[in-house]
């Protein structure tokens, strides 16, 4: 059986067909880059998946988790296995400096990490993999996902609101475009991938006054900078140096003046790492380093601290068999393995529950060699990579669906 589904699975007219879509994927695109929203903002960007799904004829539920959508795709013996593939689509509030004829038409809000091309892949991939139909056994679900980029996270509130209650996918995928990997390539790695993130808020509060006359006062600026310093112990000497940690202080805010020492300072930043158990630890160790330090300063420091994303946790058995089945359509030079980061992705809620493999593809190209790189203003993709982005997560599906 599993010979047979391989010799449908002809890899010459897959890829046919994965550029007889390419067109569209690009125009879907191109719609999507030029009209982004915020997180949990997406009401406009549902539609048009929506409306694209209703021209497929492919069944879908919305409004899952705010503005999700679950598209669903029934082969044969549909009950025989299940496989889900997420889409993000959220953008960030960047003010967009490519210059492309396409640029986003929102002021200041622009698809700066690549989750439009992440969308348009998806619905490329749909109509491909239709058309296979009769060939597949088992049940396709495509999760176009709210809200990545803003905890508590789309993933985290989809899963709450029961998009897989009808179903139990044995794999989860999900893909994300690269500025640091050239067109054609994909990457993948098992286990560990993206740290865990969480937000801290620090208060430092004190009795305030003229800088002239620190002695009569609380210093809740110079406390304030102590405890930045000092919250560095975490990382390079309470984790363990085998336990990559970050702690950054990204914002502070001392409202005072010249010569004014304020009552009240105020610090944001993240702390992240890649272990579950020294995660909570370390929120513990920032809480008591920066209340201790204040107290030794005469100030008092309230911490909140939110609990976002977890690490990204990649399933070992999933992840080999998604990297050979990539192999099999793009060719083993152009399968590498994924470097471990320090940013997060809300794809871990899915991982905590499911197997699953989170791999990128390269966005890189002659189109754009410098690329801008995610997050920034001038980030661009060479829009030859939805050539591989569709292919390579389609042919995923498809193998896993015919094995």
Known sequence: MQKRCQMMLDKALFRRKVSEVQDYVKEIYRELHQCPELSFEEKETAEVIKRELDKMGVEHRDNIGGYGVLAVLKC???????????AD??????EEETGL???SKRKGVMHACGHDSHMATLLGIIKV?????EML????LFVFQPGEEKDPGGASLM????VFKDYKPQVVLGQHSSADHKVGDVVFAPGIVMSSADEIHLTISGHGGHGAMPHLLNDTVLCASQIVVSLQQVSSRLANPFSPTVVTIGRFIADGAMNIIPDKVYLAGTIRTMDEKWREEAKAAVRKIAEETAAAYGCKCEMKKLNGY???MNDEK???EMKEYAKEIVGEEHVGDMPKKMTSEDFAFYTKEYPCCFFRFGVRGKANPDCGGQHTPTFKIDESAFVTSVEVMGWLAARYMSK
């Open 76 to 86: 044969k013996n549909p009950e025989s296995r299940c496989i889900a593939l997420r």
């Open 89 to 94: 689509m959220d953008a960030l509030p960047i």
């Open 101 to 103: 004829p396409f640029s």
């Open 129 to 133: 993999l239709r058309q296979y139909k």
């Open 137 to 140: 056994s088992g049940t396709l």
């Open 159 to 162: 899963l709450k609101d029961g």
């Open 310 to 312: 977890p690490a990204v």
């Open 318 to 320: 999933v992840t080999a």
